[in-house]
């Protein structure tokens, strides 16, 4: 999405499913434990436009503990030192995934990042029966108690440093950007609902506007997390006519780019030590995935704590597969949750009003899920997404063409979910083939063990009992084979 450091970046809840895998807000003084079957929070507050000049602004009715105990700037796990931002804001401004660089990062900050957010622990049991008994169908985990000083904190896997902040109660702030605000609003009312963090409107904290949304891993017990971002285009036709009106080479982007491969940059782009972002960003679709599969994976954060963002070269099937694979542990339960989840999300696509009528680009899918085998998947990131103008739709499986808008949102869910289904069936023939083994296995030791008691009848037997060769015990090894072939033999 598009960012600024501190002000307004240029840029509308969860469904009733994502609600009811709610826990509820908790006062820190009762108890510490929480369950994540416990009744689901309220409904969205109402909204009320407060309208300051230059934005229009949404505050709740019962935001009395958003704009409370001002937190610095969270800092995930898996930053580095990268460039970042516009040319404008790259000043100050990090990109988490620029840890692509340095691959693993140390895991050593989750502790002292939750003493930073004393809220994740404050939840307050708000909930209602009627919520409840409206969502209870849509969950199917079953109830777990999480004590809270287990889980871990909220952790950005990528995307801008700076943007997020918790909000104390299951709640995320992300920085004010006008279009992601527009695109989550609309989604409340949209069939994609359930697959959409809630949206709770647009809150204020220390002078800088926040969209204010649900944290996703508040439902998780030490989560894994994967960030794929969607679609076989990550810049919007928009901003292509703009390089091409005022290009403004990326001098932080062409170090990117060099960081990754030397040999990248054009001989002009070398002269000028810079590229343009369309230029950089398409230099990013080819050497991954989004070119040829139409998703890419951006990071991944395991529940032991280790984060790696270094899948900017992560392009063929295989390679996917196989950070897919490393991400589930090889779990066929959560590969084939996964698989459902996504089935789900393109039925819902393929009938949403939402998605017919805007151009998704440089959205991601937020994968979760923890040891207890549940997971999910959501939406995020809509920074980047652009309505289109009546009466014009997208399909989102056509390959794109300048002017067309065509974003390969839907091929690339297509791909994704083929690719699990090939690695089902090979967790599938592997089962199988295990099993063969061990029955195969079974059946020799039942043999092996059934000869020692059939041997007074077998003709070979009393051959060897006759040569003086048997063994009281039974056959002798380098016998065994005979034996046996006497005894099938005279099973026949
Ligand atoms: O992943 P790397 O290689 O670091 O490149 C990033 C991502 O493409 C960002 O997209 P996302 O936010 O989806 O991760 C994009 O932000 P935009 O989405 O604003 O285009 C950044 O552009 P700048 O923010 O302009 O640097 C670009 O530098
Ligand atoms: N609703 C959410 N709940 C939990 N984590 C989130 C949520 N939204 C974003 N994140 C985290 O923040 C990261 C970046 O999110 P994104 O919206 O793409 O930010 P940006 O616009 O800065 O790229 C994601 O990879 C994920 O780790």
Redesign the pocket.
Known sequence: ?T?TPSSAAPCPRVGDMIQSLHWPPQPAQQSRVVALRAPPPPPPPELVVTCEPGVAQTEHRNTSGLSCGSQADEESQCSDSGFGGSPASSLGLRKLSDCSSVGLSPSSSFEEYEEEFPGNTDRKDTATRSDAEKNKNMVNWSPVVVPLKERAP???????AG??QTAGDGK?L?KYCASEQQCLQRLMDDVLQPFV?RYHGVTRRDEQEYNL?????SFFDSPC?M?CKMGSRTYLEEELKKARKHPQPRKDMYEKMIAVDPEAPTPEEKVQQAVLKTRYMQWRETLSSTATLGFRI??IKKSDGSCNTNFKRTKYKEEVVQALDDFVDSNVTLLRNYQQRLKELRLVLEKSHFFRTHEVVGS?L?FVHDQSGRAGV?M??F?KTASMPPPLTLDHRSPWVEGNREDGYLWGLDNFIDLLTGMLAVHGSQDKSHTALLLVYLVCVVVLNWSTQCHHFAPECKKLQSSGMWHESGCSKPQRRNHIAGCVHMLK
Do not use: A, C, R, T
Request: net charge negative; charged share 25%.
């Open positions: 999405m960012k909220w952790v950005q896997v990528v995307g801008h943007n997020f995320l992300k963090p949304m649900d944290d996703l891993l997390i960030d951006e990071g991601s937020l959501w995020i990131d920074g």
